[in-house]
């Protein structure tokens, strides 16, 4: 959808950290760096990218958002990239073995939105393309994001991961839909009835009355008058 509009300000203030770790493809992280500038998210880190960073394709893919891109910091392994933070989320479409929170992207979000505003940094980690985050990946978050899917096909592209969490979290923002204008309707009368023009009240109904008038009376006589089928 089109929609982007430079003379409003951008969303600022503390928000999720979103760690990519091992992208393959540059055209996924450009368009999670679109994805997250949709919904201000400024915070990139990528971990050891498989196609080396800086990376052309992925700031043709991110449509303006190569702020983001620029601004991405860049670590060998994923314990340096979060290490300055106090809680961590992994999202994962695979089931682990392991003892911890399994949260809906809406119930993570509500969840770091408390975290946030008690001075604390929170951060997602996102695999993957092909086959997402290692278990020592998943041992260093605090909870586990799923995404409720077709349980036969749950694999989510990268950057629609990230573009889903940051729904979740934008939409307990203060960010509102920018107001369009729209057509007045008109004023209900007193009455209930509706102000609709009087002259085409009028009009509407002398056609009505005279296709009334003008539609043809058919009978049993004007029927047997028609000629034999053939």
């Not at 392994?77 to 479409?93: C, F, K, P, R, S």
């Not at 911890?100 to 939105?113: F, V």
């Not at 009505?208 to 089928?229: D, E, G, K, V, Y």
């Amino acid at each position: 959808m089109a929609g982007t509009d430079s003379t409003q300000p951008m969303a600022a203030g503390p928000a999720p950290v979103v760690v990519l770790v091992r992208p393959q493809m540059g055209e996924n992280i450009g368009a999670a760096a679109r994805a997250m500038k949709n919904f201000g998210l400024a915070d990139m880190r990528l971990v050891a990218p498989r196609d080396g960073w800086p990376n052309d394709k992925a700031v043709a893919m991110s449509s303006r958002a190569d702020d983001i891109l620029t601004a991405a910091t860049l670590f060998d392994d994923t314990e340096a990239a979060v290490a300055d933070l106090h809680a961590l989320y992994a999202t994962t479409a695979r089931r682990r073995d392991m003892v911890k929170p399994e949260l809906t992207p809406r119930q993570a979000a509500a969840e770091m939105r408390a975290r946030i505003a008690a001075g604390e940094r929170v951060g997602v980690l996102f695999g993957a393309e092909k086959a997402g985050l290692d278990n020592d990946d998943v041992t260093l978050a605090r909870a586990i994001i799923q995404v409720p899917t077709n349980p036969a096909f749950g694999s989510i592209n990268l950057a629609q991961a990230v573009l889903l969490l940051g729904y979740e979290w934008s939409r307990r923002r203060t960010m509102r839909p920018r107001p369009r204008r729209m057509a007045a309707l008109p004023p209900a009368r007193p009455n209930g009835r509706s102000s609709f023009p009087a002259w085409r009240r009028s009009w509407t109904g002398r056609a009505s009355s005279s296709r009334r008038r003008s539609a043809p009376t058919w009978s049993a006589t004007s029927a047997t008058s028609l000629p034999a089928p053939i």
